[in-house]
């Protein structure tokens, strides 16, 4: 019996990378003088916000496949790849913030974390519901 317990925290992991990225629009709002509820003005504010919502964008076809993965897969590949996931997050963050071109590695590592995730995934529901039966 898998506890999961790996995957519950790459999950919460996955959610702090969410809200370190949060605290990062406060601080370029800061650093701009940019103030709420303003969006642009600033280029450097606007990536920032950007690669925020792009990840908040992300989570759902990340975490839906993160534990269907787990639950029918295996727990401590699901895991794995859910490291990678945020490490492709931060990435894509870092390289967007700095520079727009410099966005692809991030977001090639975390799409290819969920490609495994999803196809892996529903490889295995598909077997377990028509090869493996009911």
């Known amino acids: 019996m898998q506890t999961h317990a790996l995957v519950a925290i790459v999950t919460l992991l996955a959610l702090l990378t969410y809200f370190w990225m949060g605290l990062q ?23 920032t916000i950007r690669a925020h919502y792009n990840t908040l964008e992300w989570l759902p076809l990340f975490l ?13 590949v699901a895991a794995a790849v859910g490291v990678v996931w945020i490490i492709g997050r931060i990435v894509y963050q870092r390289g967007y913030v700095a ?14 974390a ?8 529903l490889g295995r529901l598909i077997y377990v519901a028509v090869v493996a039966g009911p």
């Not at 839906?64 to 401590?76: G, K, S, T």
């Not at 071109?101 to 290819?112: A, C, N, T, V, Y």
């Open 64 to 76: 839906v496949p993160l534990w269907l993965f787990a639950i029918y897969w295996n727990d401590m």
């Open 99 to 112: 520079e727009p071109g410099k966005r692809e590695l991030g977001f090639m590592i975390q799409s290819l």
């Open 25 to 47: 629009v406060a601080r370029a709002r800061s650093k701009c003088g940019i103030q709420a509820p303003a969006m642009t003005g600033d280029p450097v504010l606007e990536r």
């Open 114 to 121: 969920v490609a495994v995730l999803l196809f892996g995934a």
